[in-house]
């Protein structure tokens, strides 16, 4: 879509976006090229600066792009640009304490793959891209300081000067995809009968490096999302273009504060990740590990999304923990939705169809938030159990022969849009579909069992009664 879709009947807005990370960024390109006039408010400097890119190492997860975020980069005509820029992994690399591996794929029926792509390369794309159009202005180090949402004024605070100064912008549309801690969400909060929860968990990450061969290439096997499951800790890796991988240990909070000296923290890694460590190197790790602090892991739920002519989207609306790897493609797949409602019900006014946006978004957001919850089990414990890999194995067998009729969870997750409760909704069927044909099955089996027994019984019971006659008889 682009400018040209924007009809009589559905006037050209003028929208300010609070946060220009990758979220707020890719509304903006969205946005502009329907032809509203969008004015995007980012707190922190431009990240494509000199200085920005030299902080960046450290600060975020790698991403894992599937096909919502897809589907959203395709609506900004930007989906080829990334996925040439990214690295296909087909599966999980499972790394055994051992140091056996083993792969499983996502999905082995059809081969689907997610990408892994740079967190501060996507920004600057979408940035550069929202940039282009003559209808989007970026204003960066502008925090939001103040909103007026029934009335769509908000109030923002430059502090690129030495003296920081207020500007005051009126809007048709004002939407926060300010991050976890929103500033917009925090105004709407006061506002009765808006519902919010957040929940940090006990459990801490840590960014590290997996540095390049000496030839360049990858040091593991590059197509594969790479697991270190120890139970009730982790260590994950996702390759990057240069040959690195950037690997995230995710631990209890308490074990990182066991970990504070050279000799604990290679006594540590020597005994769970013994394989990690020499592809890393023990003098690197030390020194990444003693320099950096662990980051915290939070997960937002807020209803409703909107207020007036306000609505949150992305983090501010659902922040959620990254073992699902749906941050991203979630949050994408808010502006893809917002767009089509607004397509949809153009006629309507613009706090009538936030509404609606968010009635339909919300059971949604809850819906992955807490699906993401649940994969960190999967990802440091269950994928080493028997039951798990039985389980999965079915699962793949009868979508192989059942298509969409049976379709697993990851896959409708992550390889389609079906919406996240549905996918919940789904999977709960097939759980009771299995309990069924399990109660069945040992029904079958017990009869069965039965049944020889009796069998075993009568005959054996026969023999001896035979034997004992020919013995009174003699």
Same mark, same amino acid.
Request: aromatic share 10%.
């Given at each position: 879509?682009?400018?040209?879709?924007?009809?009589?009947?559905?006037?050209?807005?003028?929208?300010?976006?609070?946060?220009?990370?990758? !979220?707020?960024?890719?509304?903006?390109?969205?946005?502009?090229?329907?032809?509203?006039? !969008?004015?995007?408010?980012?707190?922190?400097?431009?990240?494509?600066?000199?200085?920005?890119?030299?902080?960046?190492?450290?600060?975020?997860?790698?991403?894992?792009?599937?096909?919502?975020?897809?589907?959203?980069?395709?609506?900004?005509?930007?989906?080829?640009?990334?996925?040439?820029?990214?690295?296909?992994?087909?599966?999980?690399?499972?790394?055994?304490?051992?140091?056996?591996?083993?792969?499983?794929?996502?999905?082995?029926?059809?081969?689907?793959?997610?990408?892994?792509?740079?967190?501060?390369?996507?920004?600057?794309?979408?940035?550069?891209?929202?940039?282009?159009?003559?209808?989007?202005?970026?204003?960066?180090?502008?925090?939001?300081?103040?909103?007026?949402?029934?009335?769509?004024?908000?109030?923002?605070?430059?502090?690129?000067?030495?003296?920081?100064?207020? !500007?005051?912008?009126?809007?048709?549309?004002?939407?926060?995809?300010?991050?976890?801690?929103?500033?917009?969400?925090?105004?709407?909060?006061?506002?009765?009968?808006?519902?919010?929860?957040?929940?940090?968990?006990?459990?801490?990450?840590?960014?590290?490096?997996?540095?390049?061969?000496?030839?360049?290439?990858?040091?593991?096997?590059?197509?594969?999302?790479?697991?270190?499951?120890?139970?009730?800790?982790?260590?994950?890796?996702?390759?990057?273009?240069?040959?690195?991988?950037?690997?995230?240990?995710?631990?209890?909070?308490?074990?990182?504060?066991?970990?504070?000296?050279?000799?604990?923290?290679?006594?540590?890694?020597?005994?769970?990740?013994?394989?990690?460590?020499?592809?890393?190197?023990?003098?690197?790790?030390?020194?990444?590990?003693?320099?950096?602090?662990?980051?915290?892991?939070?997960?937002?739920?807020?209803?409703?999304?909107?207020?007036?002519?306000? !609505?949150?989207?992305?983090?501010?609306?659902?922040?959620?923990?990254?073992?699902?790897?749906?941050?991203?493609?979630?949050?994408?797949?808010?502006?893809?939705?917002?767009?089509?409602?607004?397509?949809?019900?153009?006629?309507?006014?613009?706090?009538?169809?936030?509404?609606?946006?968010?009635?339909?978004?919300?059971?949604?957001?809850?819906?992955?938030?807490?699906?993401?919850?649940?994969?960190?089990?999967?990802?440091?414990?269950?994928?080493?159990?028997?039951?798990?890999?039985?389980?999965?194995?079915?699962?793949?067998?009868?979508?192989?022969?059942?298509?969409?009729?049976?379709?697993?969870?990851?896959?409708?997750?992550?390889?389609?849009?079906?919406?996240?409760?549905?996918?919940?909704?789904?999977?709960?069927?097939?759980?009771?579909?299995?309990?069924?044909?399990?109660?069945?099955?040992?029904?079958?089996?017990?009869?069965?069992?039965?049944?020889?027994?009796?069998?075993?019984?009568?005959?054996?019971?026969?023999?001896?009664?035979?034997?004992?006659?020919?013995?009174?008889?003699?």
């Amino acid at each position: 879509m682009d400018s040209a879709s924007l009809d009589n009947q559905q006037a050209r807005k003028r929208i300010v976006i609070a946060g220009g990370g990758l !979220v707020g960024a890719l509304c903006a390109c969205i946005m502009g090229r329907k032809g509203h006039q !969008v004015d995007v408010y980012e707190s922190r400097p431009d990240p494509r600066s000199e200085r920005e890119q030299a902080l960046a190492q450290g600060r975020s997860i790698n991403l894992a792009l599937s096909a919502r975020g897809r589907a959203a980069l395709a609506r900004a005509g930007l989906e080829d640009t990334v996925i040439s820029q990214a690295i296909p992994m087909r599966g999980r690399m499972i790394h055994s304490a051992n140091g056996s591996k083993k792969a499983i794929l996502y999905d082995p029926n059809t081969e689907q793959c997610i990408y892994s792509v740079s967190r501060q390369f996507l920004n600057e794309i979408l940035l550069s891209e929202a940039e282009k159009n003559p209808n989007v202005s970026l204003h960066f180090s502008h925090k939001l300081v103040e909103s007026k949402v029934d009335k769509g004024v908000v109030t923002f605070r430059n502090n690129e000067n030495i003296v920081p100064t207020e !500007v005051e912008i009126e809007s048709d549309l004002i939407i926060g995809a300010d991050g976890a801690h929103s500033a917009l969400r925090q105004a709407m909060l006061k506002r009765p009968m808006t519902n919010f929860s957040q929940m940090y968990i006990d459990h801490a990450y840590m960014e590290l490096r997996i540095p390049a061969k000496e030839n360049g290439q990858h040091a593991m096997d590059t197509h594969y999302l790479h697991i270190w499951p120890r139970n009730e800790f982790m260590l994950i890796a996702l390759p990057n273009l240069d040959g690195s991988f950037t690997a995230t240990l995710f631990m209890p909070i308490p074990i990182f504060g066991e970990l504070q000296s050279a000799e604990e923290v290679e006594a540590f890694f020597t005994r769970e990740f013994p394989d990690a460590i020499r592809v890393i190197g023990k003098e690197l790790l030390i020194k990444d590990f003693l320099s950096s602090r662990p980051s915290h892991l939070i997960s937002v739920k807020c209803n409703p999304l909107n207020a007036g002519k306000g !609505v949150l989207v992305g983090d501010a609306a659902h922040a959620m923990v990254p073992f699902y790897g749906q941050g991203m493609n979630a949050g994408f797949e808010d502006i893809l939705i917002l767009d089509n409602i607004f397509d949809i019900y153009k006629h309507e006014p613009v706090e009538k169809v936030l509404t609606r946006f968010s009635q339909s978004r919300v059971p949604n957001a809850h819906a992955i938030c807490e699906l993401a919850l649940y994969n960190y089990v999967e990802m440091r414990c269950l994928v080493n159990q028997s039951v798990f890999i039985l389980r999965r194995f079915l699962d793949y067998r009868l979508h192989k022969y059942f298509g969409k009729k049976w379709t697993p969870l990851y896959n409708n997750v992550t390889f389609s849009l079906t919406p996240y409760s549905e996918c919940i909704q789904h999977k709960k069927w097939q759980d009771q579909v299995m309990s069924k044909v399990k109660y069945a099955s040992w029904t079958v089996l017990s009869f069965t069992t039965l049944s020889a027994l009796i069998f075993w019984k009568d005959f054996v019971q026969t023999r001896v009664h035979d034997a004992l006659q020919l013995v009174s008889m003699k």
